[in-house]
């Protein structure tokens, strides 16, 4: 694979704006408050990544409604997102869909 392969492959930061980050900060300090097992704690920098990653590369999120959810919800999006996330492209597998996605990503995978 070449350099441009890779290249193009990677997930590009900084596509996001300032307020989409305060939310993602949200979502990073409740997810860091959750009760991870000692031998798989996340940083909040790898949590704040892969949300990003999957809300900026094809899978826009519904932040506010990811912040403010339900704990089910939200462990069943962190930790579905933390194991599906492809870390070189920001894409989930096709067998995860967050409950968060943003409803056009929805309809495109349900509909």
Not at 7 to 30: C, F, K, N, W
Not at 34 to 55: F, G, Q, Y
Not at 61 to 79: E, Q, R
């Amino acid at each position: 694979m070449s350099q441009e392969d890779v290249a193009d492959r990677m997930i590009a930061y900084g596509r996001e704006h300032p307020d989409e980050m305060d939310l993602i900060g949200a979502i990073v300090s409740r997810a860091m408050s959750l009760p991870w097992p000692k031998d798989r704690e996340p940083s909040p920098t790898n949590i704040m990544m892969d949300v990003l990653a999957v809300h900026t590369h094809g899978r826009p999120l519904l932040l506010v409604d990811f912040a403010t959810a339900d704990d089910f919800d939200f462990v069943h999006d962190i930790v579905g997102i933390r194991r599906h996330l492809d870390r070189e492209t920001g894409q989930l597998d096709e067998h995860f869909v967050p409950r968060f996605s943003a409803p056009a990503v929805q309809e495109k995978r349900h509909g």
